[in-house]
């Protein structure tokens, strides 16, 4: 009995991850520009922000409401930090203290809108969105903003990412990427916090009537987001080279469109890290793979839409299918 | 005789317009099953919610294990070791079995849940009541059985000394209840103290050791259960004196043309291969105690829950009814039990509600017709008497018995011959009560056939032609309204059912 | 005690305490604008804010009747540029005509709202989910419709007569048309049989089904109507602005979202008011035009619209706790 059930969790996670295999196998036989390790490079590039983003934001979706504001959050929290080291001359190391410290602070402002003052998550975070856009816009004054590049001082942020050892450039970013998501999946299944999120998605009143502070609970579910985010926003910063004010919408969709592949509900309760972090990877390889076989960027936005919501029909139906 | 533990005496409790408990006192003993009857609305869980705080007693007074106390909520209650395992389960459906039984107060090691830990209690706890349930399992993926087992063995690991058990069975099935039995005689031998509110006289029997038995807010009497027979209990039950005479004639003839006729209706556990006729003119009662399958019936019939088989003739006609739609289009109106939820708009006018379902026929062009709309709204109001400043007046500004009425004229604007009146005295004061059975009989001397779904006696007794008795779902008997006693109801009604 | 009597006015009553609030909040502004800017009073400047209106506005009467319906779309921005981008490109490279042109533009209208209104009605997928969905989708189709290039309508004088319906040599039309269809779009949410079971579902969706109504359909019906009045708004976006570009359109989300809740249209549905719309938006449009005369940039309108829109739903939040 007890094998049967971790067998059918697995099942899900596997599911996820051998489409993966199957979309990375189906570019390559489809490309032979894809199956080169540039390729890997560029897919990692793209994966950190996602990925970390994803992670974060099924914090709210687990307690069954959803943070829009991360995308153009990790863009303004990316100017602020940058701002700071270009033109107020403060080292990097600081300055990413500084942009962890706001992502979390709009993320505690998050959780009190939705936690505390009731109003649906949504439309609270719909606001931010909107706040952070202009925040970021303000604090960078409407210029693009780079970290330290290759060669410039604090430049080293960046081996964080990729090292870079006689040319051969190693993607190792996915290591702390991959051991974020561990931690977190352990937060999720095994303290308090995650505990209470989930209790809070499945059945509110039951946590209630349970004695458990929701409206904690709820903050810490999107100040978790909000500090991801900013982590997303070091990652971002340092992979790519230039962050332009104005930019950032739409990157929430790829996060929770992650999150909700790799089998987060879209209406609470349920979810595991680690699902999160393989269903990413597919929202990535649809990414830098349809450009290989001819569709440019744009049809890729149209394809994460369809995904996204095929993927949360299947979690409807499964459901429907359950209540029989 | 053991010692007691908890002694309520004198307990008052009055709501707005409702003497809900009269000078009620009641005692529980160490090792013993205490069974706790009366009808619907005799004041059982009034009593009990007064007990575990969720209400406040007027006056009397409450010992605990020798000391006067008052809880103020039910955690309170809890942690003195009252406990009470509801009705309606309190589980988070995501968690598994241990974390669902610890969730608020789970061991720790460190910043990590001590999930090992809280495993191997639980199959501690499990073993010690006996219960075969695997605490890693997923608390949703339980049937409603053992997920009752694990809010009785939640409710022990908060030290119980009194559990109060709300309607256990309801949804068990018969070898789950054999289950309970053996985990309550357990409770009974570590010398707690065992409410028992059910029911089933045939349980009752099995379980208990005393009965007290209440009605309409008042103490009756308290029997030793071995020493008394079914029909003792019943009588106390329903022994009260009716003012409102009872109906003593059907007023509608045997011949009477059958206006819907329900064959083989299965709509889940709870409607079982139910079949009826209503004559025309007829006032039909279904009586039944709570859980009968009585309301789920009624939306099997108006389409508003899905069904797996049966068939519905309308005026002799057979008539498919998927979707209220349907059952709307057919002349079939149902005036649901919970207004607030499923009657009534309330953020929205009198007039408003009252043609919500046969707006088509105030249309002028594309446009309501609202003038025709306040009009026919006013004469149905006047009609019925509604109290209202004007048709304009918001629904939510309305008292229930009023509601009740717009309610009842939004189904006579849609000339609606067959009504589906679902509890509709609840929450209705004394005044409201007898206008609502007036305009029922109105309706009916006007050839409009009513189906009456009640839990008060009283009410069944008085306005019916003809009853129909559920229980568990399926139809137990049939009565004229000349053939009909109190007890012959309650005997069908806690038939002892396979 | 002075402002309960107030309230309870029959004149006030007919027009609504909070209409008459904002109305005066609009005139206020406008003062304090004046005072504060050169020639602020003047022609060019109420011009420049109602070309801001106009396509604000439809925007916001859209969206008022999804809200009713208790649902939300914050997918009309994108939604408004891919209309005027794949009726414009038409146009301009594929010699369309310019009526159909136009016609074109109010079907891709129609069509998001169709798809919007089924995925939320019949398949229970959750609004945000669906507006995130079709934004990028919005953005997506665009992009690859026009090569990602930007379109220009053609000016006046050169067969844009569309224009025509913006403003005839100095007369501004466009505000005859917006007020005529604010006027049907109240008719139509207070007058007839869709407007009636829409307001009524968003505030008992159970009660009206059990009162044998099509629910379904009348819900869909909204996200239609909401289609039908972002293809317009499209119109009037062009017929002021001239060139769109693809792949923005996000901060009108929240602005039109602001101008309907500002109206007194509460986010729990049941309650809209048309009136309080098109006030609501008018104070947006002059803060905008303010905000800009004022010397600050775009952003600090951003940051302006998120706490408003935080604000009045909050408002909404407390008064529905008190009712309760």
């Known amino acids: 009995m007890k094998k049967e059930k971790t067998a059918v969790k697995l099942k899900q996670e596997l599911i996820v991850f051998l489409v993966v295999i199957a979309l990375l196998t189906f570019f390559c036989l489809a490309s032979e520009n894809f199956r080169q390790y540039t390729t890997i490079l560029t897919i990692m590039d793209y994966s950190y922000y996602i990925v970390l983003m994803a992670i974060g934001v099924s914090f709210p979706l687990i307690t069954g409401g959803v943070d829009l504001s991360i995308g153009t959050g990790l863009v303004c929290y990316s100017l602020a930090g940058g701002y700071l080291i270009l033109h107020c001359g403060w080292p990097v190391g600081l300055a990413m203290v500084v942009t962890v410290l706001f992502g979390t602070i709009i993320g505690v402002i998050n959780g009190v809108l939705i936690g505390v003052m009731d109003l649906p998550p949504f439309l609270a975070t719909l606001c931010t969105c909107m706040i952070t856009r202009g925040l970021g816009s303000i604090c960078s004054q409407n210029t693009g903003i780079s970290w330290p590049t290759a060669g410039q001082p604090g430049s080293w942020f960046r081996s964080i990412f990729k090292l870079d050892i006689g040319g051969t450039k190693i993607p190792l970013g996915f290591i702390w990427v991959l051991l974020l998501a561990i931690m977190m999946h352990f937060v999720l299944r095994h303290t308090k916090v995650g505990r209470y999120i989930i209790a809070i998605g499945s059945n509110k009143e039951a946590a209630i009537l349970s004695g458990i502070n929701v409206k904690f609970y709820h903050i810490m579910a999107y100040t978790i987001s909000g500090l991801f985010a900013a982590l997303a926003a070091i990652a971002y910063s340092a992979v790519f080279k230039t962050v332009l004010p104005g930019t950032g919408a739409g990157f929430e969709l790829e996060a929770i469109g992650g999150a909700i592949i790799g089998g987060v509900s879209a209406t609470g309760g349920a979810g595991s890290i680690i699902g999160t972090f393989v269903g990413v990877f597919v929202i990535c390889l649809l990414k830098t793979g349809l450009p290989f076989i001819g569709l440019q960027a744009n049809w890729q936005q149209i394809v994460t839409g369809f995904v996204l919501i095929g993927s949360v029909m299947v979690d409807i139906i499964k459901k429907r299918r359950e209540k029989k | 005789m053991g010692e007691v533990i908890l002694q309520m005496k004198d307990i008052d409790k009055s709501f707005p317009g409702v003497h809900a408990l009269d000078h009620v006192s009641f005692s529980v003993e160490k090792g013993e099953v205490h069974a706790l009857m009366g009808e619907n609305g005799a004041g059982k869980s009034t009593l009990m919610k007064v007990l575990t705080g969720i209400y406040t007693k007027d006056s009397g007074t409450i010992t605990y294990e020798g000391k006067e106390v008052e809880f103020h909520n039910a955690r309170e209650a809890q942690a003195a070791g009252v406990v009470i395992v509801h009705q309606e389960l309190n589980m988070v459906g995501h968690l598994n079995v241990a974390q669902n039984i610890f969730i608020g107060r789970e061991f720790k090691k460190g910043i990590k849940i001590d999930d090992k830990k809280m495993i191997e209690e639980s199959r501690k706890l499990f073993e010690k009541l006996n219960i075969d349930i695997d605490p890693t399992a997923t608390m949703s993926d339980l049937t409603v059985g053992k997920q009752q087992m694990c809010e009785i063995a939640k409710a022990i690991s908060h030290d119980a000394k009194v559990i109060i058990f709300d309607e256990p069975t309801a949804a068990l099935t018969e070898a789950e209840i054999q289950d309970l039995f053996k985990i309550i005689r357990d409770l009974r031998e570590q010398q707690l103290g065992i409410v028992y509110i059910s029911h089933r006289m045939d349980e009752i029997k099995v379980i208990t050791d005393r009965v007290t038995v209440m009605r309409d807010g008042c103490y009756v009497g308290t029997l030793i259960t071995k020493d008394c027979t079914k029909d003792d209990i019943v009588n106390m039950m329903v022994g009260r004196v009716i003012y409102e005479e009872p109906k003593t004639k059907s007023m509608v003839s045997e011949d009477a043309p059958v206006v819907l006729k329900v064959e083989h209706l299965n709509a889940g556990k709870m409607v079982q291969d139910v079949s009826f006729e209503l004559h025309k003119g007829e006032i039909l009662g279904f009586s039944g105690l709570m859980g009968a399958g009585r309301t789920e019936t009624a939306r099997a019939i108006f389409g508003a829950d899905p069904k797996e088989s049966g068939d519905i003739y309308v005026n002799g006609e057979k008539v498919v009814i998927n979707s209220p739609e349907d059952a709307v289009k057919a002349g079939i109106g149902y005036l649901s039990e919970d207004r607030k939820r499923f009657g009534i708009v309330v953020q929205k006018t009198i007039a408003e509600n009252t043609t919500m379902a046969n707006l088509s026929e105030f249309m002028k062009g594309i446009f309501i017709n609202k003038k025709k709309e306040k009009k026919i709204a006013k004469e149905l109001a006047d009609s019925l008497a509604t109290k209202m400043p004007s048709v304009d007046e918001l629904v939510v500004n309305l008292s229930g018995g009023n509601q009740q009425k717009v309610v009842i004229a939004k189904w006579l604007c849609k000339n609606c011959d067959i009504l589906i009146f679902d509890e509709p005295t609840r929450g209705i004061d004394v005044g409201a009560k007898n206008e609502i059975y007036k305009l029922m009989n109105k309706l009916a001397s006007e050839g409009k056939s009513i189906i009456m779904i009640s839990s008060e006696m009283t009410e069944i007794l008085r306005m019916s032609d003809r009853i129909v008795v559920m229980c568990e779902g399926k139809k137990t008997g049939e009565l004229r309204i000349e053939e009909t006693t109190q007890e012959k109801i309650m005997n069908f009604a806690t038939r002892d059912v396979g | ?324």
């Not at chain 3, 969206?63 to 779309?73: L, N, Q, Y």
């Not at chain 3, 891919?82 to 038409?90: E, P, T, W």
């Not at chain 3, 990028?136 to 990602?148: D, H, L, M, R, Y």
């Open chain 3, 1 to 324: 005690m002075i402002l309960k009597k107030i309230k309870e006015n029959p004149i006030v009553k007919k027009l609504g305490f909070n209409r008459i609030v904002l109305t005066g909040v609009l005139i206020l502004m406008y003062v304090i604008l004046s005072c504060l800017v050169n020639n602020f009073a003047g022609m060019p400047r109420v011009m420049s804010a109602l070309n801001y209106a106009y396509f604000l506005g439809f925007l916001s009467l859209g969206v008022t009747f999804v809200i009713a319906t208790g649902g939300i779309d914050f997918s009309i921005g994108p939604v408004m540029f891919c209309c005027a981008l794949i009726s414009g490109y038409s146009l301009t490279s594929h010699g369309v005509p310019m009526g159909l042109s136009l016609i074109i533009s109010i079907v891709v209208g129609v069509i998001f709202g169709a798809f919007n209104g089924y995925l939320v009605a019949y398949q229970k997928v959750p609004p945000f989910i669906v507006s995130m969905a079709s934004m990028n989708i919005a953005k997506g189709v665009a992009s690859v419709f026009t090569k990602t290039q930007s379109v220009s309508w053609p000016q006046a004088a050169k067969g844009g007569w569309f224009r025509y319906f913006v403003k005839v040599g100095k007369v501004p039309v466009g505000i005859i048309v917006f007020f005529a269809v604010a006027i049907a779009c109240s008719i139509l949410l207070n007058h007839t049989k869709a407007g009636r079971y829409m307001l009524s579902l968003g505030s008992n969706r159970e009660a009206v089904r059990l009162s044998g109504v099509d629910v379904k359909k009348w819900e869909m019906l909204a996200y239609v109507i909401c289609g039908l009045l972002v293809g317009i708004a499209a119109i009037y976006f062009v017929g002021a602005y001239t060139t769109v570009q693809p792949g923005y359109g996000d901060q009108y989300n929240n602005e039109a979202i602001a101008g309907c809740v500002m109206g007194g249209t509460s986010m729990a549905g049941g309650l809209a008011s048309i009136g309080g719309t098109v006030i609501g938006v008018f104070i947006i449009a002059l803060l905008q035009e303010g905000i800009l005369a004022l010397g600050f940039t775009k952003d600090y309108q951003l940051i302006i619209t998120g706490i408003i829109v935080i604000c009045a739903v909050y408002a909404d939040v407390m008064a529905r706790r008190r009712r309760n």
